[in-house]
């Protein structure tokens, strides 16, 4: 079974510093692996995935994500945060190309203070 | 915008009730996934439709049914509802790629 770990609950960074969000994933295989975010009363906005090809994957949004397989992780990075990305963060995962479902991680809610 | 509509946005109805969810997915997109938020269970997957048939099923009740109709739109459908079953419902679709787009959800109430 696939599986996402988001070990922080809350991130809280001062505007401009750089921003972190932690996921390590959990998968029989290759994974496909996304970060989502979630705006208050607001669905999923999708933010970038990582399939194959180069560990360093850029999105929307100035974010980009790192794939370490060895790791097994794909952290969310932000080299200067705004205090509009204040939100709430989701890692996903889909465990093989015949399998289209996500699995989602519990969320990391980012507090960006001016 | 994602291009993906739910409606209706919000709805309160008391437990043992019946409502029905709809989901209209972005053009083009032949598959729709419908998931439940909430604060105990966080994102579960519950359902996928593929061009009118069902895909795939994750952690969806006996109670809760889907379908998806030749336009595409999709219905879930929650019957004999129950206090936990209070929670945002959200469609998302795709078709060929590999990442979703998720509608703005309909948050359920139930009393």
Known sequence: AQSVAQPEDQVNVAEGNPLTVKCTYSVSGNPYLFWYVQYPNRGLQFLLKYITGDNLVKGSYGFEAEFNKSQTSFHLKKPSALVSDSALYFCAVRGSPNDYKLSFGAGTTVTVRA | ?111
């Open chain 2, 1 to 111: 915008d994602s291009g993906v509509t739910q409606t209706p946005k919000h709805l309160i109805t008391a437990t043992g009730q019946r409502v029905t969810l709809r989901c209209s997915p972005r053009s083009g997109d032949l598959s729709v996934y419908w998931y439940q938020q909430s604060l105990d269970q966080g994102l579960q997957f519950l359902i996928q439709y593929y061009n009118g048939e069902e895909r795939a099923k994750g952690n969806i009740l006996e109670r809760f049914s889907a379908q998806q109709f030749p336009d595409l739109h999709s219905e879930l459908n929650l019957s004999s509802l129950e206090l936990g079953d209070s929670a945002l419902y959200f469609c998302a679709s795709s078709v060929g790629s590999v990442e979703k787009y998720f509608g703005p959800g309909t948050r359920l109430t139930v009393t």
